[in-house]
């Protein structure tokens, strides 16, 4: 299918989405003064219900449960696709907490708490996968203030946060208005792809009306644009043979070179942002074999879908042009020709969140409640997908401090961290709506 064509088929589907997704909201009658940006003349905003007082306050007095669970799912090796046994563990926590727990086929743990609308949902995820291969050292070490091991952040921060805003919502007796799924996702890191994030927005598709992602540590930023990125591999093979009784056959690496050094001259956009990284490469057996293959690990990013798309063309016609290049050039073509493709090994779809959005509304008068201020920020986080799709969604941190992600050091500092925590109670708490209170 032409590329255009497919594009502005997919924009006006998102627009038509997105104007369903606008309209369900408007019609419903949340009862989250919260929603509005400016909570003057309206009556009972989220944080005055005793309900959520009573969750908001349970925060502070269980910080030592909160940090502990972080640090205990942190000991569990958790790379991506072997995600399980820290999965378990979570599991078994979320299951104490009146929720519905179970975990899909591909190993994410969901624990819905059933809302008085049950044909509507919210989405509250954390992922369980990290960077760090099998073997990696995971144990904690307390250096003073600070947490330090790889994953105590990223993300042992949201998973502890999800697990203690289900609690903290269990214990003050709240039922929302629209069902609260929790899930803690496999498949969020490099080749995982946002697998985990795919299947629950599939699962959910009909019902979801917002996605809170909870990232890594801090409260200084919300998440509302998607980065769109693309993982391709190449890999270009030949007959192969010795260097000196062969020479003037095809050769992979030089074909995979010849591609390459067009490919690296093609221009890119300052604004939209746009990148690529040759990253991986790899061919060969000895210094005196003419190699039988070569392979290329490209990443290619953008804050435009339609420079990546431009970007990943030009990078299949300077490989074949490479090739091609080669061949053309083969003093002997009697030895066999060269033979190449150019996979897809990774994608994350770019999107935004829009402003006028209930969500971010909901995330504003969160900031306010809390007496915080965060930035928009543009990443590429499990967002991405629900972003994509026209479903409204945000990924946060979950409080405290961290840093040092994706390296042995990583860091995190426990101190502050109810802010976030209540931050995103509201967050949740104004999107999914609270249900009558009965006996207050
Ligand atoms: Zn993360």
């Given amino acids: 299918m032409p590329l255009p064509c497919r594009h502005s088929n997919l924009l006006s589907l998102r627009t038509v989405k997105r104007a369903l997704v606008c309209a369900i ?42 940090n502990s669970l972080q640090i205990q799912w942190t000991e569990i ?48 995820t954390a992922h369980l996968d990290t960077v760090f291969p099998e073997g990696a050292d995971v144990k904690v070490r307390q250096e003073g203030e600070r947490l330090v091991a790889p994953g105590i952040s990223d993300n042992g921060t949201g998973l502890a946060a999800l697990a203690a805003i289900a609690r903290a919502i269990h214990a003050a007796g709240i039922q929302p208005q629209r069902t609260i799924v929790f899930a803690a996702n496999v498949g969020e890191e490099g080749e995982g792809n946002l697998r985990g994030m795919r299947a629950l927005v599939d699962a959910y598709h009909e019902k979801l009306r917002a996605v809170v992602v909870l990232d890594g540590s801090g409260v200084d930023h919300v998440t509302t644009k998607a980065l769109a990125s693309k993982r391709l591999e190449v890999v270009i093979t030949g007959p192969g043979g010795h260097s000196w009784s062969d020479f003037g056959m095809v050769n992979p690496i030089n074909a995979l070179v010849r591609g390459s050094v067009r490919f690296i001259t093609t221009k890119v956009p300052t604004t939209p942002r746009t990148t690529f990284n040759l990253g991986q490469i790899e061919g060969g057996t000895s210094v005196n074999s003419i190699p039988h293959e070569a392979k290329l690990k490209i990443d290619l990013r953008s804050e435009s879908e339609e420079e990546i798309t431009r970007l990943e063309n030009a990078l299949r016609e300077c490989i074949a042009a490479g090739a091609k290049d080669e061949m053309d050039n083969a003093r002997d073509r009697s030895r066999g020709q060269l033979d190449w493709k150019v996979e897809l090994i990774g994608s994350r779809p770019g999107g935004e969140l829009p402003p006028d ?55 995190f500092e426990p101190a502050g961290r109810e802010l976030g925590l209540k931050r995103a109670l509201l967050t949740i708490l104004g999107v999914a709506g609270v249900a009558a209170e009965k006996g207050n």
């Avoid at 003057?40 to 959520?52: E, H, K, N, S, T």
């Avoid at 708490?113 to 989405?123: F, M, P, Q, V, Y």
């Avoid at 995330?363 to 915080?372: I, Q």
């Fill in 77 to 124: 090796p958790a790379p991506s696709f072997h995600e399980e046994k820290r999965a378990a563990a979570v599991k078994e926590v979320l299951a104490a907490e009146g929720l519905l727990v179970r975990t899909d086929k591909i190993g994410n743990v969901i624990g819905e708490l059933r809302g008085s609308n049950e044909k509507e949902a919210i989405l509250v």
């Fill in 357 to 411: 959005s209930a969500l971010l509304a909901s995330l504003r008068a969160a900031d306010d409640s809390v007496g915080n201020h965060s930035r928009i920020e543009r990443s590429s986080t499990d967002a991405n997908i629900p972003l994509s799709l026209g479903i409204e969604a945000i990924a946060i941190g979950a409080g405290g401090n961290g840093g040092g992600a994706h390296s042995l050091q990583e860091w």
């Fill in 25 to 66: 909201l408007l019609s419903m009658p949340i009862r989250s003064a919260v929603l509005s940006p400016s909570r003057r003349g309206i009556a009972a905003p989220i944080d005055d219900l005793p309900r959520v007082r009573t969750a908001l306050d349970w925060f502070a007095a269980n910080l030592k449960w909160i």
